[in-house]
């Protein structure tokens, strides 16, 4: 697939830069480039992301990140197994758990909440660092979902980190959650305090908490475009409603013009 010119490969992180070091530098490269092309992809077009992480995958396929990276595309287009696999083997290369709650969240995606939530209980959750360990109560809270057990959901994401009135990266989407929990739990009222909460947290826009709200508060929005489109046929049909009165009009007149 062709990569534009002005992707060199450095935009990389150091620290994947440092991993393709072990390659000839031609290669490096080659999977660089692939690599940034994944990462700019991957939110707008995760389809093409995944082709560009294909490559990458078939050009060094014994790099961890080259792994990592083919985890992530996968998981974007939601092809559950492949990006479980690719973090599996990521793992094994590093040896460190950090992709141990998007594993867990892989085998929700495979319809096994229950493994997903024997993975919570796991020793490994320990050792995660506290963004990580969010993520975690967030495919647990979701995995009890998956289960029906709603008010379990509930109790999972109650927690110090949705207590705290510091506003972290995790934030926002923990909150949006519990939030969503509430509102499916028929428990409107917390719920619409919670994804206030959200929206307040949320300065990424990483959540459409304001949409929920919204929702929550009866309130319609139409859409501009929709409604300019809606004007413009509405004003095709009158137009051609004159036409045709204008025309039967004509065929009222005589030759002489009086009408008669």
């Known amino acids: 697939m062709p990569i534009p010119d002005d992707v060199t490969g450095d935009e990389i992180d150091k620290d994947v830069r440092q991993e393709l070091m072990s390659l000839p530098k031609t290669l490096a490269e080659d999977v660089a480039r692939n690599l940034v092309m994944v990462a700019k992809l991957i939110d707008e077009d995760p389809e093409k992301a995944y082709a560009y992480s294909r490559i990458a995958l078939r050009l060094a396929s014994r790099v961890a990140a080259v792994r990592e990276a083919a985890g992530f595309a996968a998981y974007a287009t939601q092809k559950y197994a492949e990006a479980l696999a690719e973090f599996r083997a990521a793992r094994r290369m590093t040896g460190t758990v950090d992709l141990w709650p998007v594993m867990a969240d892989c085998e929700r995606g495979l319809g096994r909440p229950e493994r997903a939530l024997a993975m ?43 207590a705290s009135n510091s506003i972290q990266p995790w934030t926002a989407r923990l909150r949006y959650a519990y939030a969503d929990a509430l509102l499916a739990a028929g428990r409107e009222g917390e719920a619409r305090e919670w994804f206030a909460k959200a929206l307040e947290s949320d300065k990424e826009g ?24 809606e004007s413009e046929d ?14 039967d009009d004509t065929d009222d007149v005589d030759g002489d013009g009086t009408g008669r």
């Open 120 to 162: 919570a209980g796991e020793p490994e959750v320990q050792k995660l660092d506290k963004a990580g360990q969010v993520e975690m109560r967030l495919v647990a809270a979701g995995a009890r979902r998956d289960m029906g057990q709603l008010d379990a959901a509930i109790v999972t994401l109650q927690s110090p980190e949705l």
């Open 206 to 229: 990483t959540t459409d908490a304001s949409d929920r709200l919204a929702e929550l508060d009866g309130v319609e929005f139409v859409d501009a475009i929709e409604e300019t489109e």
């Open 234 to 247: 509405l004003e095709e049909t009158e137009g051609a409603e004159n036409d045709d009165r204008s025309d």
